[in-house]
Each structure stands twice: as structure tokens, then as C-alpha cells.
């Protein structure tokens, strides 16, 4: 199918990233969205109907179309313009991988209309040589828990989507900027120090896959990779953390770079908590969130799937 086929969907999973420990290595797909309806035009153009997107360049300054058209320069490709309504579930800033939703969504958007016939691999070494890291953009890409390694013109994830659990995020009204929390972090770490939080991250894992809920939260709260350095930029963290150990969770960790929280905690319990956090700290936004195993999807509006 093509562009003249009509409008097309391009749909992206949001993400969150490190799950404390599995820092710029591990992240996972969560069921909130980036959407984006295609119709061909004359000239590119974007629009919104959230208040949150309506300052976004409405032309092809946005993020998305330069995305897009930076990914079909790579193949030597012109892309026809298209006016696209972009909608999105995903808060701004907060940690919830808005940017690398976006990411995906202007390579997937650049291979449909340029009719590239990217690979999952060719569009995920795309994305993570712009983001930087394969966590966020992998989990959006692959759907499920990513685990990535990035090496400059080679990166290699493992992509699981036989994992079950809920999790409840706790999302503040305030943004945090990554440049900002990453401003914080320590320019370099010892040997000692590097086979410590190595370690912690690969028992995380092991804890994950083996579902021993109890000792991967123990390793989410063992991390100092980063949280230690982000946590004085987030004064509710540790009574967050805390109050949602109280009610069930098994786990909590910074979503991304933050400020968002995301606890974790067995399939059935995500409701229960959900209220229990929105009453505890009701100027924050507490949503219960499950695992997307699907990842990034592109269809025509008639339902016949075209990725």
C-alpha cells in the first residue's frame, strides 16, 4: 500500500526508561499514545487539537517532519508533503518518553511515504543515533521490556513481551527537562563503583524475567547510576516511594529522568493503588498504566494493517 491509498495511521507507544538500575540500557513500553492521522497534501502541515501540542511548529519545523525528513535524506529520498493530526496521550516532559515517541514516529512516518522498507533494526540504529540511547526508543519501536547496548553505528537489543505487571504512574504537574536532570549526573565512576551498578542492573533483570517481584524492587531502589543525583530535583520521591511500598508496590523507580514516578506492582493491584496514590498526593496525577507489547504499528483507517 501507498500514500494514495489515503489517510494512514502511525501509532506509538510511550515508554519509560532505566526502571532504576538499567540506566540508558533498559526501558519499557507502556499503553499510552502518539497518534498520528496522514492524508497526502500540497504542502506539510501539523495540527492538534491538545492544548499541550498546539504551540508545536505547525509546519515542516515540526519535530516529527524534521525527524522524517532527516530519515529520508539518509536514502536520498524527497517525501510527498502531508497534513497530519497529531494527538498524544503522553505528558511532555515528564518522563514518559515523549521525544523518542516522536522519534518513531517520524521514521516510521518517513518509511511509509518514502516506501524505504525499513527493517526493525535499520529503524531502531536511526533512532538511537539521534536519541542517543536505545532504551526509550527501543521499548516504542519493539513494544514490551527493551534491553539495548549502543555502540556508535552498532546497537543490539533483547525485546520480551511475556512479562506481566501493572504499574501506576505518579505524574507531577511540573516538567523537568532531561538536559536538566542529566546536568546532575557525575561526569564519571569508579571501577568499583561501575561493577556495583552493573551488577545491580543485571540482578534487576534476572529478578524481572524470573518474576521475583520483592528482589527487583530491592534492585530498583539499589541503583546509583543516577536516581541518587536526580532524587534532590524531585523532594517527593522518597515519600512517594514509600507510601507506595505501604499499599502494594513491589517497586518504584524514576520514570526516565523524571520527575514522574512509576511504581510497579502485580497484575490486579494497579486499581487499588492508582487510588490510593491519587488521594495520598492530590495535586499529582496518579494513572494506572500497563504493559504495551505491541510497539510502534502503522495501518490504513480501513483497518488492514500495512506494518
Same mark, same amino acid.
Given at each position: 500500500?501507498?500514500?494514495?491509498?489515503?489517510?494512514?495511521?502511525i501509532?506509538v507507544?510511550?515508554?519509560?526508561?532505566?526502571l532504576?538500575?538499567?540506566?540508558?540500557s533498559?526501558?519499557i513500553?507502556?499503553d499510552?499514545? +502518539?497518534?498520528?492521522?496522514?492524508?497526502?497534501?500540497?504542502k506539510w502541515?501539523?495540527?492538534?487539537?491538545?492544548?499541550e501540542?498546539k504551540?508545536?511548529?505547525?509546519?515542516?519545523?515540526h519535530?516529527?517532519?524534521?525527524i522524517?525528513?532527516?530519515?529520508a535524506?539518509?536514502?536520498?529520498?524527497?517525501l510527498?508533503p502531508?497534513?497530519?493530526?497529531?494527538?498524544?496521550?503522553?505528558? &511532555?516532559?515528564?518522563? &514518559?518518553?515523549?521525544?523518542?515517541s516522536?522519534?518513531i514516529a517520524?521514521i516510521e512516518?518517513?518509511?511509509?511515504?518514502?516506501e524505504?522498507?525499513?527493517?526493525?533494526?535499520?529503524? +531502531?540504529?536511526?533512532?538511537?543515533?539521534? /536519541?542517543?540511547h536505545?532504551?526509550?526508543?527501543?521499548a516504542?519501536l519493539?513494544?514490551?521490556?527493551?534491553i539495548?547496548?549502543?555502540?556508535?553505528?552498532?546497537?543490539?537489543?533483547?525485546?520480551?513481551?511475556d512479562?506481566?505487571?501493572?504499574?501506576?504512574?505518579?505524574?507531577?504537574?511540573?516538567?523537568?527537562?532531561?538536559?536538566?536532570?542529566?546536568?546532575?549526573?557525575?561526569?564519571d565512576?569508579?571501577?568499583?563503583?561501575?561493577?556495583?551498578a552493573?551488577?545491580?542492573?543485571?540482578v534487576?533483570i534476572?529478578?524481572?524475567?524470573?518474576?521475583?517481584?520483592?528482589?527487583?524492587?530491592?534492585?530498583m531502589?539499589?541503583?546509583?547510576?543516577?536516581?541518587?543525583?536526580?532524587?534532590?530535583?524531585?523532594?517527593f520521591?522518597?515519600?512517594?516511594?514509600?507510601?507506595?511500598?505501604?499499599?502494594?508496590?513491589?517497586?518504584?523507580? +524514576?520514570?526516565?529522568?523524571?520527575?514522574t514516578? +512509576?511504581c510497579?506492582?502485580? /497484575?490486579g493491584?494497579?486499581?487499588?493503588?492508582?487510588?490510593s496514590?491519587?488521594?495520598?498526593f492530590p495535586?499529582?496525577?496518579?494513572k494506572?498504566?500497563?504493559?504495551?507489547?505491541?510497539?510502534?504499528?502503522?495501518?490504513?483507517?480501513n483497518?488492514?494493517?500495512?506494518n
Amino acid at each position: 500500500m501507498t500514500l494514495t491509498d489515503g489517510k494512514f495511521v502511525i501509532q506509538v507507544p510511550a515508554s519509560s526508561a532505566n526502571l532504576g538500575p538499567g540506566f540508558d540500557s533498559i526501558g519499557i513500553a507502556l499503553d499510552l499514545f +502518539l497518534n498520528l492521522e496522514v492524508v497526502k497534501s500540497e504542502k506539510w502541515e501539523c495540527y492538534s487539537t491538545s492544548d499541550e501540542l498546539k504551540n508545536l511548529p505547525s509546519d515542516e519545523q515540526h519535530f516529527i517532519i524534521q525527524i522524517a525528513l532527516q530519515t529520508a535524506s539518509k536514502y536520498n529520498r524527497e517525501l510527498q508533503p502531508c497534513k497530519i493530526k497529531v494527538e498524544s496521550d503522553i505528558p &511532555l516532559a515528564r518522563g &514518559l518518553g515523549s521525544s523518542a515517541s516522536a522519534i518513531i514516529a517520524g521514521i516510521e512516518l518517513a518509511d511509509y511515504i518514502g516506501e524505504l522498507g525499513l527493517s526493525k533494526e535499520e529503524k +531502531l540504529l536511526l533512532a538511537t543515533e539521534i /536519541e542517543g540511547h536505545p532504551d526509550n526508543v527501543g521499548a516504542s519501536l519493539y513494544g514490551g521490556l527493551v534491553i539495548g547496548s549502543y555502540q556508535p553505528g552498532e546497537v543490539d537489543v533483547v525485546s520480551i513481551s511475556d512479562i506481566s505487571f501493572e504499574l501506576v504512574a505518579l505524574i507531577p504537574n511540573e516538567s523537568l527537562l532531561t538536559k536538566d536532570s542529566r546536568g546532575v549526573l557525575p561526569m564519571d565512576f569508579s571501577y568499583q563503583d561501575s561493577i556495583r551498578a552493573s551488577s545491580i542492573a543485571n540482578v534487576l533483570i534476572g529478578a524481572l524475567l524470573s518474576r521475583n517481584w520483592e528482589l527487583a524492587g530491592k534492585m530498583m531502589e539499589k541503583d546509583i547510576f543516577h536516581q541518587p543525583y536526580r532524587k534532590p530535583l524531585i523532594p517527593f520521591y522518597d515519600d512517594v516511594v514509600k507510601f507506595a511500598k505501604s499499599k502494594g508496590a513491589f517497586g518504584s523507580a +524514576l520514570s526516565g529522568a523524571g520527575p514522574t514516578v +512509576l511504581c510497579f506492582c502485580e /497484575e490486579g493491584k494497579g486499581k487499588a493503588l492508582a487510588q490510593s496514590l491519587k488521594t495520598a498526593f492530590p495535586d499529582m496525577t496518579a494513572k494506572q498504566l500497563s504493559i504495551d507489547n505491541t510497539g510502534s504499528n502503522v495501518y490504513q483507517l480501513n483497518n488492514c494493517s500495512v506494518n
